[in-house]
């Protein structure tokens, strides 16, 4: 009976839920010869999964460096 009533009030109380995820990615730099370094950001994702901002995004660390992708 306890399950059956279970049963009963989960199929009152049901919600639809979606989610996006980023898989992960990669930093990578070159030093150039004049000293200056090059930056490339690498982003894996589902094709169906977290929609990527199509603005300047900066990647920053506590030492007060920022760096434009």
């Not at 009030?9 to 996006?20: D, E, K, P």
């Not at 980023?22 to 690498?42: A, D, R, T």
């Not at 999964?49 to 007060?64: H, K, M």
Request: hydrophobic share 40%; with cysteine; net charge positive.
């Amino acid at each position: 009976m306890k399950k059956l009533l279970l049963t009963l009030a989960l199929g009152l109380f049901t919600f639809q839920a979606n989610a996006s995820h980023l898989l992960g990615g990669e930093i990578i730099w070159k030093c150039k010869p004049n000293g200056k370094y090059q930056f490339s950001l690498v982003v894996y994702r589902d094709c169906g999964g977290a929609n990527l901002p199509q603005t300047t995004q900066y990647i920053a660390n506590n030492a007060g460096v920022s760096i434009a992708c």
